[in-house]
T-cell receptor, first 113, second 112 residues
Framework: DAGITQSPRHKVTETGTPVTLRCHQT?????MYWYRQDPGHGLRLIHY???????DKGEVSDGYSVSRSKTEDFLLTLESATSSQTSVYFC????????????FGEGSRLTVL | SQKIEQNSEALNIQEGKTATLTCNYT??????LQWYRQDPGRGPVFLLL?????KEKRKERLKVTFDTTLKQSLFHITASQPADSATYLC???????????FGSGTRLLVRP
């Protein structure tokens, strides 16, 4: 299995509080992604990174920011969590853009009350 | 608008039969298409990739076809087993933007 660790795995928080999810990889892969998964919507791309300090928006980026200061870590931050951000968040990595194959973490379940 | 469509209803089949799952897309021009398996509470796991110039790909009991004219991929599991029960996701790789766009998945239930 690809070495991807997400933390925390479960979190319950209040509306308006900041939340940071961490994705850590040991594979030295260049590309990293954050997806959210909701019933009826499948997996939707939030942000992705194609290198250290190189990030771009996905299809549902509003309310989220990301940072990648090291190859191995990709942080997803909700500056002020809302109930609509209750979801399961998955981090994924990819070795190259040509292969396209993604390796996923186990997910972080976030509940915003 | 751009869409990826997979059957939202679960596919329920008898063990030993062939399961066929469908992925249709509109207004995309993917470089290739992928299929993933997802078990409850787990992250998706990559199964197969098929490129736009390939018609068919096989891996053990799995077979994927890709018709860029119909904008459709079919995913087959032959001699299905209860352990094949899971949700199967198709995804389109956008070569120009490093993005993988997912369908919402189809749940497969294989009865013993």
């Amino acid at each position: 299995d690809a070495g991807i660790t997400q933390s925390p795995r479960h979190k319950v928080t209040e509306t308006g509080t900041p939340v940071t999810l961490r994705c850590h990889q040991t594979e030295n892969h260049r590309y990293m992604y954050w997806y959210r998964q909701d019933p009826g919507h499948g997996l939707r791309l939030i942000h992705y990174s194609y290198g250290v300090k190189d990030t771009d928006k996905g299809e549902v980026s509003d309310g989220y920011s990301v940072s990648r200061s090291k190859t191995e870590d990709f942080l997803l931050t909700l500056e002020s969590a809302t109930s609509s951000q209750t979801s399961v968040y998955f981090c994924a990595i990819s070795e190259s853009k040509d292969s396209g194959e993604l390796f996923f973490g186990e997910g972080s379940r976030l509940t915003v009350l | 608008s751009q869409k990826i469509e997979q059957n939202s209803e679960a596919l329920n089949i008898q063990e030993g039969k062939t399961a066929t799952l469908t992925c249709n897309y509109t207004n995309y021009s993917p470089a290739y298409l992928q299929w993933y398996r997802q078990d409850p509470g787990r992250g998706p796991v990559f199964l197969l990739l098929i490129r736009e110039n390939e018609k068919e790909k096989r891996k053990e009991r799995l077979k994927v076809t890709f018709d860029t004219t119909l904008k459709q991929s079919l995913f087959h599991i032959t001699a299905s087993q209860p352990a094949d029960s899971a949700t199967y996701l198709c995804a389109l790789w956008m070569d120009s933007s490093y993005k993988l766009i997912f369908g919402s998945g189809t749940r497969l239930l294989v009865r013993p």
